[in-house]
């Protein structure tokens, strides 16, 4: 997708070949920096801060994490420390453990002199094939708003409702849960997205609005608690959400307040969609609360972060000084209140059978 026209991706391998840029997303959308990562250490601090955030992008950046760990030293208890470093990052998003298991796997066998340029490539094939993953998933979804646009009035707009930030900076490019906006707009297809602020962290009025306003999508942001009220004013046809975790079973981990957001969907009889790549389904869980929710620190509660009229960007504190508070950074959405999950084979019911009807090579795992 495009930065003030230039096609821009999230996460590249530098002309080097043995270093790694990443769009430093705590800056955006005051800022527009490039960061260079150059060591595993890099990478991790890149995760944990959430430089690079996203279920998909945190998988792919892990796996360029190893690739750089391995350029310094490919031994056998080199790789076992990188994959544990950086598994232990972020906890929620399966992306990051599926994109480490992979890496282990294949260089495990390998020998430690073939271990480097080995990463290197498997970490850009993941970073190509979530690209790829994510087109489908526009392919797909598409339909789901074209279909929405036939129940329209001539040129009236599809409302969308997204929350948080699944789009091209949560992935490489496109994005899961606004693929198939960026597709329907691109088709000519009349869509206007209501954008959730996603607090704490603001991922919807930092990131989601500022993908959209350069692609030139019609959207409106809104505070977090205003999306049952424009549901039930009939102002929502369609709520499409990413995810950081999907069980075996469809219960559906993604940011705090998504579980919200799918409760005032179902009470107003608007579809719930999520969607998502095969990478973030977790076949080994079968139930939502067995997905461990990372709680993040309290100072993201007590604080917001803006510009000032001076142009500075600053944090500043919102309740008196000694406020306790928690920050579970993830919610689950049971199965039952998802209409559809919209993956790059498919759109399936949000259950055991429905994810088994498009992965049915995941039967055994499953089990
Ligand atoms: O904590 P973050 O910003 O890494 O949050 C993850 C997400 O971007 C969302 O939960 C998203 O909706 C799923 S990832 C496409």
Redesign the pocket.
């Known amino acids: 997708m495009k930065i003030d026209g230039v096609p821009s991706r999230t996460i590249w391998l530098e002309s080097d070949g043995q270093t790694v840029g990443i769009l430093d997303q705590t800056r955006l959308p005051h800022e527009i920096v490039r960061v260079t990562l150059r060591t595993v250490d890099d990478a991790a601090r890149a995760i944990k801060s ?1 430089q690079v ?6 998988g792919v950046a892990a796996a360029y994490g190893v690739a750089l760990a391995m350029q310094a030293d490919a031994s056998d208890a080199a790789l076992r420390r990188a994959v544990a470093y950086l598994a232990e990052q ?1 906890p ?2 399966i992306n990051l453990r599926w994109a480490l298991d992979d890496l282990a796997q294949r260089l495990g066998p390998l020998a430690e002199g073939e271990r480097r340029d080995a990463a290197f490539a498997r970490a850009g094939e993941i970073a190509e094939e979530d690209v790829e993953s994510c087109r489908r998933i526009g392919v797909n979804g598409l339909e789901i708003i074209r279909a929405a646009s036939a129940k329209k009035k001539p040129g009236e707009p599809v409302n969308i409702l997204t ?5 091209w900076l ?2 490489v490019d496109w ?3 606004t693929s198939p906006i960026y597709h329907a707009h691109d088709a000519g297809i009349p869509v206007h997205v209501w954008v959730d602020e996603t607090r704490p ?1 603001s ?1 919807g009025a930092a990131l989601t609005a500022f993908e959209l306003l350069h692609h030139g999508v019609p959207h409106s942001l809104i505070v977090d608690n205003a999306g049952g009220h424009f549901m039930q004013r009939g102002d929502v046809d369609l709520v499409i ?4 975790r999907v069980t075996a079973h469809g219960d559906v ?3 705090i307040g ?1 579980y919200l957001k799918a409760l005032a969907a179902y009470d107003n009889g608007v579809p719930f969609y999520v ?2 790549p095969y990478s ?1 389904i977790d076949w080994s869980i079968k139930n939502g609360v067995d997905i461990p929710i ?1 709680e993040r620190g309290s100072e993201e509660v007590l604080s917001v972060y803006g510009r000032n009229s001076a142009g500075e960007v600053q944090a500043v504190s919102i309740s008196a000084e000694g406020t306790p508070a928690r920050n579970p ?2 919610d689950v959405t049971p199965s039952r209140l998802v209409s559809g999950l919209i993956t790059e084979r498919g759109v399936c019911a949000s259950s055991h059978d429905g994810l088994l009807s498009l992965y049915p090579e995941k039967r055994s795992a499953a089990e």
């Open positions: 959430m955030r996203g279920a998909p992008l945190i972020r929620t998003a929350h948080c930030n699944a789009g949560a992935c994005g899961t849960a962290r991922q959400v990413g995810t950081d981990a993604n940011k998504t969607a998502l973030t990372e950074a993830f």
